[in-house]
Nanobody, 122 residues
Framework: VQLVESGGGLVQPGDSLRLSCLAS????????ISWFRQAPGKEREGVSC????????YYTGSETGRFAISRDGLRDTVYLQMDNLKPGDTAVYSC????????????????WGQGTQVTVSS
């Protein structure tokens, strides 16, 4: 399993970003994909997860209504849409894969991408 994130960047408060996690072929039917983020000096925290059937979960680190996770099976890609971004959202965002079911615990994940930096600043 290989994961490659993209879509990060420098944005202003209130802007939107869509992060992408491109998975290797045949990953999405068998693995759940989660987004995590790690801000400087802080522990990594779970943001959101999507399972093999399109079911979603949102964890501490995301706010209901601002973040939305989705997937495109034809493109082997999981997206994280982030709206109304705030300076507190600044972090390295990484996607991760594991078999079976979603988990907010990063230690449960076997496969990780390299991460993409999101910086929210005026």
């Amino acid at each position: 399993v290989q994961l490659v994130e993209s879509g990060g960047g420098l944005v202003q408060p209130g802007d939107s970003l869509r992060l992408s996690c491109l998975a290797s072929e045949y990953t999405l039917p068998y693995y759940v994909i989660s987004w995590f983020r790690q801000a400087p000096g802080k522990e990594r925290e779970g943001v959101s997860c999507i399972n093999q059937y399109g079911g979603t979960a949102y964890y501490t680190g995301s706010e209901t209504g601002r973040f939305a996770i989705s997937r495109d099976g034809l493109r082997d890609t999981v997206y994280l849409q982030m709206d109304n971004l705030k300076p507190g959202d600044t972090a390295v965002y990484s996607c991760a894969a594991r078999a079976h079911y979603c988990s907010a615990n990063d230690g449960d994940y076997t496969y990780w991408g390299q991460g993409t930096q999101v910086t929210v600043s005026s």
